[in-house]
């Protein structure tokens, strides 16, 4: 049984055992040491890249982001760091931090310059996506940095570092910071330096446990002294840069589980005939859950009774505000009117069926921006700080002296202090561009 058991586990192991594919160790480390040099056409190259990622991020358009990533020179540094650091070979680490800063550096000045000159300065989804790092983006620089040593030292290269490359996203970040120092929001910038710092630091860290793992020869002249001080300062590096994406993935979790048991509430305690919920915000600087409702109004007795039961859904201390307006419920009009279908002739049969199918495309866009202001929740916080709250809605006004009926779209966005005019108007313009709308109207609240 015993030998059973060694047999199997040979087997196992022989699968996952990446020792029989290895390069050369020499060629290996020569082709890492060759990528570390930013000089000349690496260098130019690198500038590209960063133009064509900077337009990516203008331009909201993942296709270029992507190709930018690809053709970036930026992983051969941080590559550079793990491996030097795994041979005790101090003079390919000084080597690969001169060259991993003289890159930053410049990349950072080029796209700060391309964000200067061009006319189109909005921050665009693709941007905002870069200035809030977490736990996550750890895991994935991690897991990436371990597929790419893996196929920089074995045989079977395939398509793992073009691959490792987008996963890892070095180039996105450095333009946002770019656009951040160019447009003068300093919070874009720390934020999304971080996210590039959280992927050198756990690349380079994944570099340094597969070549450990890879079993590749240490170099022996090393002093021992140095060699425990490099250690420590890893060591303390990489907890340091942990602890605030830590932290910022746990809010984020929370806010999720928020978002999630408000949803719920919402659904089963706040479901009515002939009541269509508008739209819902949650403030949790106040603790309040604001609802918006048209059609059918909520009685204050079931208002109430919805508010003892907030504890049963992980919101205790949370108020709940519900505004509602007096319009007629056009909805539950054409039920009325379907009911007497059986003494209408077929042209208003006709009629009817195109009424409801207005109706329903008009409650599938108030749904829909429901939902847009879930996405934006947290984009606008970078776009203008002092927003806490955001909820958006498609409204109709109609005119008292002519017939005619104006449709926009309405943003209320609840903020901690009065906006200035510029914040109004660029929160506006942004909020109009983000919600793809004709015309809006921004409502603040304090």
């Known amino acids: 049984m015993t030998q059973d058991e060694r047999t199997l586990w ?29 000089h000349g056409s690496n ?58 800063l003289v890159a930053t550096v410049i990349s950072v000045i080029t796209a700060t310059i391309y964000f200067i000159i061009t006319p189109l300065n909005e921050a665009q989804s693709e941007l905002l996506s870069r200035t809030s790092p977490s736990l996550y983006d750890v895991l994935v620089a991690i897991f990436g940095g371990a597929a790419g040593i893996l ?20 180039m996105p970040p450095l333009c946002t910071a770019g656009y951040g120092l160019a447009v003068g929001e300093f919070s874009f910038f720390f934020g999304a330096f971080y996210l590039f710092f959280i992927n050198t630091v756990f690349i380079a860290l994944s570099t340094f446990v597969g070549v450990r793992m890879l079993r590749f020869k240490r170099k022996t002249f090393v002093n021992t002294q140095q060699l425990k001080k490099v250690k420590r300062y890893i060591i303390a590096i990489t907890i340091i840069t942990m602890l605030p ?24 305690e706040l479901t009515f005939k002939g009541t269509q919920i508008l739209s819902h915000s949650r403030n949790d600087d106040k603790k309040t859950i604001r609802v918006v409702a048209i059609g059918k109004s909520i ?41 007497q279908v059986s003494k209408a002739t077929q042209q208003q049969l006709i009629e009817q069926t195109a009424q409801l199918n207005t109706v329903s495309k008009q409650l599938q866009e108030y749904t829909a ?78």
């Open 10 to 38: 040979q087997v196992v192991k022989g699968y996952f055992n990446a020792l029989p594919d290895k390069e050369s160790e020499v060629e290996t480390i020569n082709q890492i040491s060759s990528g570390v040099r930013f």
């Open 43 to 100: 260098l130019w190259v690198l500038i590209f890249a960063i133009f064509i990622a900077s337009l990516g991020l203008n331009l909201n358009s993942t296709a270029i982001i992507i190709g930018a990533m690809l053709i970036s020179p930026l992983m051969g540094p941080i590559i550079g760091m793990g491996l030097s650091v795994g041979i005790n070979d101090f003079e390919l680490l000084k080597r690969s931090v001169k060259n991993y």
């Open 151 to 170: 196929a920089i030292a074995t045989k079977g290269k395939g398509n793992v570092i073009p691959g490792v490359a987008i996963a890892t996203a070095l």
């Open 245 to 268: 994406a830590t932290y910022m993935t746990i809010q984020i979790i929370r806010t999720s589980v928020r978002d999630s048991n408000t949803q719920q509430f919402i659904k089963n």
């Open 299 to 339: 009685e204050k007795n079931d208002i109430d009774k919805a508010n003892l039961k907030l504890e049963n859904y992980h919101l205790a201390g949370y108020r709940l505000n519900v505004i509602q307006g007096y319009q007629s419920d056009s909805l539950l009009l054409l039920e009325g009117k379907m009911a």
């Open 369 to 446: 921006y429901e939902n847009l202001g879930k996405e934006i929740s947290q984009e606008v916080k970078a776009v203008c700080p002092k927003v806490k709250t955001i909820s958006l809605s498609k409204v109709s006004e109609a005119r008292t002296d002519t017939s005619a009926t104006l449709r926009y779209t309405v943003a209320v966005a609840g903020c901690v202090s009065p906006l200035s005019g510029t914040e109004r108007t660029q929160l506006q313009r942004w909020l109009k561009a983000r919600s793809k709308a004709d015309s809006l109207r921004l409502i603040t609240t304090l």
